[in-house]
């Protein structure tokens, strides 16, 4: 992929939940027979997880596995995104079910801005939110490849309205950043500034690690200027090269540039971060093996490796 940000956006608008929907329900108490692993993570450490879309070739063929083998690997969270959006309530139900026997939890999911925007499908997102136990309703990306100033003026309004909208219903809002929005509008001014200053300190900004430091910005001066707002991280590296050198986003957690010891302890002191969450678009191995080989890099460096 020449473009790993636009064409993830493409398979977030594109991709149907038909897949998802296959898996036999009756068969997720089946899943559960092998005991777990126990993972034991210090207080002081915010837990880890994985955004779903890592795992979106083995989620689509086996949603119930997909999420056993997550658990297994260590990981505490999952973040769906949005092909949950067609599933039935019930079917949510069942997944929620699930969720809570593997000891999985589910704090934000990620979604188009209809989500967040009053109408059926915010009236949807705000039910599958509630049932999954979801504490963050994120949009995953502009409705628009290249904004104006104008564009992301309405957005940002519309973000900043959801904020009230989701609150009585115990949900808040976020934003999750891709590459472009830390590149000057024609005013001069990047659209990741104008949302973070245009919108509640309680609307949270979810920072892509990899988009932005691909932008060439600067993710330890982003958590110093935005305190308490970073609650929510995708641990995404980055690489100068191409797809074929395995550059990229197609990295591993810790074989990019991104400034990492530094990034977490600035998080964790300042930017408010709750829960992080392993994100990779594609490598050299499988899905598995890649979310595998990311978290143990993630522990070793939590150990001081």
Same mark, same amino acid.
């Given at each position: 992929?020449?473009?790993?940000?636009?064409?993830?956006?493409? +398979?977030?608008?594109?991709?149907?939940?038909?897949? @998802?929907?296959?898996?036999?329900?009756?068969?997720?108490?089946?899943?559960?027979?092998?005991?777990?692993?126990?993972?034991?993570?210090?207080?002081?450490?915010?837990?880890?997880?994985?955004? @779903?879309?890592?795992?979106?070739?083995?989620?689509?063929?086996?949603?119930?596995?997909? *999420?056993?083998?997550?658990?297994?690997?260590?990981?505490?969270?999952?973040? +769906? &995104?949005?092909?949950?959006?067609?599933?039935? @309530?019930?079917?949510?139900?069942?997944?929620?079910?699930?969720?809570?026997?593997?000891?999985?939890?589910?704090?934000?999911?990620?979604?188009?801005?209809?989500?967040?925007?009053? %109408?059926?499908?915010?009236?949807?997102?705000?039910? *599958?939110?509630?049932?999954?136990?979801?504490? &963050?309703?994120?949009?995953?990306?502009?409705? +628009?490849?290249?904004?104006?100033?104008?564009?992301?003026?309405?957005?940002?309004?519309?973000?900043?309205?959801?904020?009230?909208?989701?609150?009585?219903?115990?949900?808040?809002?976020?934003?999750?950043?891709?590459?472009?929005?830390?590149?000057? @509008?024609?005013?001069?001014?990047?659209?990741?500034?104008?949302?973070?200053?245009?919108?509640?300190?309680?609307?949270?900004?979810?920072?892509?690690?990899?988009?932005?430091? $691909?932008?060439?910005?600067?993710?330890?001066?982003?958590?110093?200027?935005? $305190?308490?707002?970073?609650?929510?991280?995708?641990?995404?590296?980055?690489?100068? %090269?191409?797809?074929?050198?395995?550059?990229?986003?197609?990295?591993?957690?810790?074989?990019?540039?991104?400034?990492?010891?530094?990034?977490?302890?600035? *998080?964790?002191?300042?930017?408010?971060?709750?829960? &992080?969450?392993?994100?990779?678009?594609?490598?050299?191995?499988?899905?598995?093996?890649?979310?595998?080989?990311?978290?143990?890099?993630?522990?070793?460096?939590?150990?001081?490796?």
């Amino acid at each position: 992929m020449s473009n790993p940000s636009c064409s993830r956006r493409d +398979f977030l608008s594109r991709t149907g939940a038909a897949a @998802l929907l296959t898996t036999s329900l009756p068969a997720l108490a089946n899943a559960m027979e092998s005991p777990l692993p126990s993972v034991n993570y210090a207080a002081a450490v915010p837990p880890i997880g994985i955004e @779903l879309y890592a795992l979106r070739t083995e989620l689509a063929r086996d949603l119930p596995n997909t *999420l056993r083998t997550t658990r297994q690997l260590g990981y505490e969270l999952v973040e +769906f &995104y949005a092909p949950y959006m067609s599933w039935s @309530l019930p079917y949510a139900k069942d997944v929620r079910l699930m969720l809570d026997d593997l000891g999985l939890k589910c704090r934000s999911t990620h979604n188009a801005l209809t989500s967040l925007v009053p %109408g059926d499908s915010m009236t949807k997102a705000i039910e *599958l939110n509630q049932i999954l136990g979801t504490r &963050y309703v994120v949009l995953a990306s502009p409705p +628009f490849a290249r904004g104006s100033a104008d564009q992301y003026k309405t957005l940002t309004d519309q973000l900043a309205a959801s904020v009230a909208l989701l609150a009585p219903h115990g949900l808040m809002a976020g934003y999750h950043n891709h590459d472009e929005e830390w590149m000057p @509008l024609a005013n001069g001014i990047r659209p990741m500034d104008f949302i973070a200053n245009n919108t509640p300190t309680e609307f949270m900004l979810q920072l892509d690690v990899g988009t932005c430091v $691909k932008a060439g910005a600067d993710p330890v001066a982003w958590v110093n200027t935005h $305190k308490g707002r970073l609650r929510s991280v995708h641990l995404k590296d980055w690489a100068p %090269g191409t797809d074929a050198q395995e550059k990229g986003f197609r990295v591993l957690f810790g074989e990019g540039t991104s400034p990492w010891q530094s990034l977490t302890s600035t *998080l964790e002191s300042v930017g408010g971060v709750e829960f &992080y969450l392993m994100e990779q678009e594609g490598s050299r191995y499988s899905e598995f093996d890649t979310a595998k080989r990311c978290l143990e890099t993630w522990t070793t460096m939590r150990k001081g490796g």
